[in-house]
Each structure stands twice: as structure tokens, then as C-alpha cells.
């Protein structure tokens, strides 16, 4: 039982060091003309970028800042259903990984 316990603490300890490497890399995608997207490495976006061509610049900003708030809280949501599916599945259930 502890020889359980110990390796399901050296899992999260590598989960969450490997989430925070994830964090460090930053990925930039811009292919798409007129906007350009900034996601680290863990699926979390850091910015979203719109020409002043596609909307009102004086509503640019705020637009901006609010995609990425609604694109990371629409990635949690997702993130914790698959989470409830994994354990209706009879998945792993340890704290702190979900």
C-alpha cells in the first residue's frame, strides 16, 4: 500500500513538472491573415492578435483580452468533462491530476 502511494506521488510530482515545462514553450500561429494566436505549450492561449483591418480599433483591446479568457475557460470545461468520463469510465481518479 505505501509502495502505491509513493509511486502515485512521484506521478504527480512528474505531471507537474512536466506542466510546467509545457508552460514555458510558447507556440505562435499565424496562417491565418489578419489574426495571430500565442498558446504555450500546456493548450493554454496567451494573446489573440487582430488587425485593425478586421474590427474598430478602439474595441480591439478588450476584444482581444476577452477571446483568450473565454478560449481558456471553454479549454477547462472541456479539460474537467473528460476528466468526469475518464472516472464514469473507471479511469484513474488521483487528486490533484484532474
Same mark, same amino acid.
Given at each position: 500500500? /505505501?509502495?502505491?502511494?509513493?509511486?502515485?506521488?512521484?506521478? *504527480? #510530482?512528474q505531471?507537474?513538472?512536466? *506542466?510546467?515545462?509545457?508552460? *514555458?514553450?510558447? =507556440?505562435?500561429?499565424?496562417?491565418?491573415?489578419? =489574426?495571430k494566436?500565442?498558446?504555450?505549450?500546456?493548450?493554454? /492561449?496567451?494573446?489573440?492578435?487582430?488587425?485593425? &483591418?478586421?474590427?474598430? %480599433?478602439? #474595441?480591439?483591446?478588450? /476584444?482581444?483580452?476577452?477571446?483568450? $479568457?473565454? =478560449?481558456?475557460?471553454? =479549454? $477547462? *470545461? &472541456?479539460?474537467?468533462?473528460?476528466?468526469?468520463?475518464?472516472? $464514469?469510465?473507471?479511469?484513474?481518479?488521483? %487528486?490533484?491530476?484532474?
Amino acid at each position: 500500500m /505505501f509502495d502505491q502511494m509513493k509511486k502515485l506521488m512521484e506521478l *504527480k #510530482q512528474q505531471a507537474d513538472k512536466l *506542466k510546467k515545462e509545457l508552460e *514555458k514553450i510558447v =507556440i505562435e500561429y499565424n496562417e491565418v491573415r489578419g =489574426i495571430k494566436i500565442k498558446l504555450n505549450g500546456a493548450q493554454m /492561449f496567451q494573446s489573440v492578435e487582430v488587425e485593425d &483591418s478586421w474590427m474598430d %480599433p478602439k #474595441q480591439r483591446a478588450r /476584444f482581444q483580452t476577452e477571446m483568450v $479568457k473565454a =478560449i481558456n475557460m471553454a =479549454i $477547462k *470545461k &472541456s479539460q474537467k468533462e473528460a476528466a468526469m468520463q475518464m472516472q $464514469k469510465a473507471g479511469g484513474f481518479n488521483i %487528486p490533484g491530476l484532474t
